[in-house]
């Protein structure tokens, strides 16, 4: 991966370390491309004149890369990020690239399973369009939900479900008689390539689609307010209703107070600081790991029911399951002992 910065390593140790890095800093982090160039960059000029290892200089790759994620996050980043430390821009680019993966990862397994090429018809096609539409749908809706947008967020998956209920539909009165062939992994190239343009996303950039206008008013500000804590934040309705009850109080006392608070981003992330906010992240992830879980149920539905065992496709469906099944638990735990 660390073709990104163009540095050649002179010891494969050192190439392995900066492979391992990166791939932590990205997939955990997501942070901007130029954050990840300057960071492999300035360790391979440490490198280069110490004459020591990346790891005695550094210390384990992982470790590193949480450090340079943390000095690279700014007071704007921390206004802008969730409870999990990522904007909306980085959650949908990363969203992207976790479905291109899959989507890979499965046409490589068809491969494996059913040979080179892939029949279509006007089923497979429209089954194809519906994923894909629903999928691009749930990707903004979490974008949606870290910017702070909670109604767009209800507005998106409610789109997804009916993109799903339609195409579901249209399916089931469409001929089924095969249309084309194509080689498995000329879909495997095009999911890479989807997955090699998420990673290349601007975050800024990708921030500013689901941005809304800014507050012109009191009303509109306060509004604002509870959307960020709600959906940014991962606060409880109630929670962020008394932060905006108090908050209100505060602006009908004095007008002035409105301009006191300063940004309505980096008010809500003040308000949302402090102790309890590991337990909402842990909430969130439970929640995130049980809508994926009830996705897995749900497409896999007739493979689980069907229960053959001599059936790959059963046994990737049941893992599949039970990993979303423990990652539920695991942030559940995390959140009872904080």
Known sequence: MTTAAGIRWQRKADEEWAAAFEFH?????????????????EVHEAVTAAGGSARDLFGDPAAYADAVAAEATDEKHAAKAGVDG??????????????????GGLAALHWFQDGLWLAFSWVSLTALATVVTAVLLVCGAVALRTAGRVRA??????????AVAGGSFVMSVLPGQRLFALPAPLLMAACAALAAGAHRLSADTVDAWFDPPRPRNAEAWLRRLEGLLRGRHGMSRKEAYEHVAEARSHVREDPQALVDFGDVETYAAGLAAGPRRTRRAERRKALGAAGFALAVGVAGFDRLRAADLTSFWFWLTAAALGFAVVEVVRPLRGAVRS
Do not use: C
């Open 86 to 103: 990522v904007t909306a821009g980085e959650r949908f680019a990363h969203t992207l690239l976790v479905a291109a993966l899959i989507g």
């Open 25 to 41: 800093l990205v997939m955990r982090h997501l942070p901007p491309r130029e954050v990840t160039e300057r960071a492999l960059a």
């Open 153 to 162: 967020v209800w507005a998106s998956l409610g789109a997804a479900a009916a």
